[in-house]
Structures are given as C-alpha cells and as structure tokens.
C-alpha cells in the first residue's frame, strides 16, 4: 500500500543525473566547463562589442551575427550553469523549473534554426544579386527577419510545453541527462505522453527541416554563382564569406537531427549526452572562433578596442 500511495503521488521536483557515472572526474569536469563557458561568454560579447562599436561592421550580415552571438549566450546560459552544479553536488530542479528549462532551451534552439537561415538567405542575396543587395536588406527587413526567428521559437516550442505540462509524473524523479531534455523526460510521465511526443516530433521536423532546406538551396545557389566567376580572389572571397556559416550549420544540424529526428542513431544514452555536448557547449564556444577567424574587419575592430582599452589604461595610470 505504501508504494502505491508513492507512486500515486504528484513530485514536484527533478534530479538531474548528468555525468553521475563518472563521478570520479566531476571536479575536472567542473574545472574544464568552467573554463569553456567563460570563454563562450567572453568570445561572443567580444564580437557583440566589436560590431555594435566599428560602423564599418553595421551591415546586415553583422546584425544577424550580433543576434547569433547573443542568442548563444543566453542558449548556453540555459544548460551549462546547471550542469556545473551537478559536478558538485545533486542537481535539483523543480518541475516548473525544468518544464521552463526546457522551453527557453527549446526556443533558442529553433530560433538558431531560423536564424542561421536567414544568414544563408543574406549571403545569397550578397553574392548572386550584390546590386540589388542594399534594396533587398533594407534595415527595416533584417529587423523583421530577426524578429521572425526570435517569436518562431517561442512560439512553436510554447505549444509543446503546454502539452508536456499536461503530464503527469508521480515518480522515479532521476532524469539522465544533464538538462532537461525531452526524451527522458517522457520517459518519466506517468499518463501517455503520445500526443506530446507526436506533436514534439512534427514541430521538430518542421523546425529543422524547413530553415535546413532553406540553407541548402540558398547555398546550391550561391555555389551555382560562384562557378561561374573565373577562378580567383572573388570566387575565394566568396567561398570563405561562406564556409564560416557552413561551418556552424553543419555541426548544429548534424546534431540536432541525429538527436531528434533520426533518435535511432544515437545508441546509448551516453552517446546522446555526448551529441548534447556539441549543439550546447562546443558550438556556441566555436562560433566566435569561426566567425571571426578568417574575417579581417573583426579583427581589426577588435584590435581597435584592445589598442583603446590599453591607451586608456596607460592614461589613468598616469604614463602620460
């Protein structure tokens, strides 16, 4: 009788398994995290600052990547400082709490979705009708592009919380992973969760495969173009202006898609911890690095703060 009344009962609270099996390298998980998320954090105000200071930079393409790194910050802010908890002691999160986690992660990884086509669409627009360019993204239209991905996340992601809200989970509480993902969350309900499962897995497709279409046709375009300029410096400016995005759209979908699309292809649910690590912490620490590796006029503008900073710091000190 006393474990039907338990299992009878509403919880009101989650734990958070997170690396448990490895407990041994918690701290130097700890340490390591740390460090990778104060440099995802660092390297993305980084290029917010650069931008948002150098009006050679105000342009669209910088305006999507200003969103992008704020988006990754906040994106990764939603996961990562849970996780560090966990290495130090048992991470507990509410059922609202993590119902929350879970639709702030969800929307910033759907607007990232949307967001990273926009920045395909820009780039085609800028190599295959550079002068129409100007007219075409037009201040007024970047803004509302961006609006677009910033509500299509909420929006959509809104839906499915509210379907999960209706659940019910009256226990085990132990969720293993180190966020509150969907799977195993489903997995903890205690009514039928196939109506939120349904509903996740259409919105799912719909939010990865419609931005991900989009971004393969513009970029079959742009590559169309760019073949047809004789070999030389345009057509390599024009390749690594593209290879950056690439770059990101290929190890966030990749993920994305093997995780909640094609959920077969991850085995284990190690291996799904592991997948979760590359869209949460390596991306959004990789971004900056790839944004702004090959790109000239970043590294000018920051070289200009860094070269203001110092001066500034030399003035007060009273060097001169």
């Known amino acids: 009788m006393e474990i039907v009344s338990i299992r009878n009962q509403t919880i009101t609270e989650?734990?958070?398994?997170?690396?448990?099996?490895?407990?041994?390298?918690?701290?130097?998980?700890?340490?390591?995290?740390?460090?990778?998320?104060?440099?995802?954090?660092?390297?993305?105000?980084?290029?917010?600052?650069?931008?948002?200071?150098?009006?050679?930079?105000?342009?669209?393409m910088y305006f999507?990547?200003?969103?992008?790194?704020?988006?990754?910050?906040?994106?990764?802010?939603?996961?990562?400082?849970?996780?560090?908890?966990?290495?130090?002691?048992?991470?507990?999160?509410?059922?609202?709490?993590?119902?929350?986690?879970?639709?702030?992660?969800?929307?910033?990884?759907?607007?990232?979705?949307?967001?990273?086509?926009?920045?395909?669409?820009?780039?085609?627009?800028?190599?295959?009708?550079?002068?129409?360019?100007?007219?075409?993204?037009?201040?007024?239209?970047?803004?509302?592009?961006?609006?677009?991905?910033?509500?299509?996340?909420?929006m959509l992601d809104g839906l499915a919380v509210a379907l999960i809200a209706q659940l019910r989970f009256c226990g085990p509480n132990h969720i293993d992973h180190f966020y509150c993902d969907f799977m195993p969350l489903m997995g903890l309900a205690c009514s039928d969760p196939s109506i939120a499962q349904m509903a996740t897995f259409?919105?799912?497709?719909?939010?990865?495969?419609?931005?991900?279409?989009?971004?393969?046709?513009?970029?079959?375009?742009?590559?169309?173009?760019v073949l047809r300029v004789p070999a030389g410096a345009s057509r390599r400016k024009a390749f690594s202006t593209c290879s950056s995005h690439l770059a990101v759209v290929s190890t966030f979908y990749g993920t994305l898609i093997a995780l909640y699309i094609a959920p077969s292809a991850v085995h284990s649910q190690i291996f799904s911890k592991v997948f979760a690590l590359l869209y949460t912490v390596f991306t959004p620490l990789f971004n900056p690095v790839i944004y702004t590796l090959r790109n000239k006029e970043v590294h000018q503008a920051l070289r200009r703060i860094l070269y203001i900073s110092k001066r500034k710091h030399l003035i007060e000190g009273g060097w001169w």
């Open 64 to 154: 999507f990547l200003v969103n992008l790194s704020f988006l990754e910050i906040l994106y990764t802010s939603t996961v990562v400082p849970k996780m560090l908890e966990g290495f130090l002691q048992e991470a507990a999160i509410s059922v609202a709490g993590c119902l929350l986690q879970f639709f702030i992660f969800g929307s910033l990884a759907t607007a990232e979705c949307v967001l990273l086509a926009v920045m395909a669409y820009d780039r085609y627009l800028a190599i295959c009708h550079p002068l129409h360019y100007p007219l075409l993204m037009r201040p007024r239209w970047c803004l509302g592009l961006v609006v677009i991905a910033w509500l299509s996340g909420f």
């Open 14 to 60: 989650f734990v958070l398994l997170g690396f448990s099996d490895v407990a041994e390298l918690h701290l130097l998980f700890f340490i390591v995290f740390t460090l990778i998320y104060t440099s995802i954090i660092i390297g993305n105000m980084l290029i917010i600052v650069a931008v948002v200071s150098s009006p050679r930079l105000h342009t669209p």
């Open 202 to 225: 259409i919105l799912s497709v719909v939010c990865l495969t419609v931005p991900f279409g989009l971004i393969l046709t513009s970029y079959a375009r742009i590559v169309v173009a």
